[in-house]
């Protein structure tokens, strides 16, 4: 059974820092890319950081700088790091897990999402 489950959202101020988890269960964690996916209220899902089973990464332009995913694959793990947070990236943060099979097939999991509120 697939699981990814996020850990670590929270109320904190402006300026202030997070860092989210997402255990990873059920699949072969390593061979997954991970994404990191944000969604405020009233606003489609936005793509925020991935890394990929290489270990390369890419960032939305609104967190380039301030945030840093990361993954432990001995813990089935995947990272983000949020520093400088400001109130817009105030949403709901969901875990995503991803693999193209190479014959056209897509594994795609979600996590339940945390929340996360940057307000004074």
């Known amino acids: 059974q697939v699981q990814l489950v996020e850990s670590g959202g929270g109320l904190v101020q402006p300026g202030g820092s997070l860092r989210l988890s997402c255990a990873a269960s059920?699949?072969?964690?390593?061979?997954?890319?991970m994404s990191w996916y944000r969604q405020a209220p009233g606003k489609q899902r936005e793509l925020v950081a991935t890394?990929?089973?290489?270990?390369?990464?890419n960032y939305a332009d609104s967190v380039k700088g301030r945030f840093t995913i990361s993954r432990d694959n001995a813990k089935n793990t995947v990272y983000l790091q949020m520093n400088s947070l400001k109130p817009e990236d105030t949403a709901v943060y969901y875990c995503?897990?991803?693999?193209?099979?190479?014959?056209?097939?897509?594994?795609?999991?979600w996590g339940q999402g945390t929340q996360v509120t940057v307000s004074s």
């Open positions: 995503n897990a991803r693999y193209y099979s190479g014959y056209g097939d897509v594994y795609d999991y």
């Open positions: 059920g699949f072969t964690f390593s061979s997954y890319a």
């Open positions: 890394i990929t089973s290489g270990d390369s990464t």
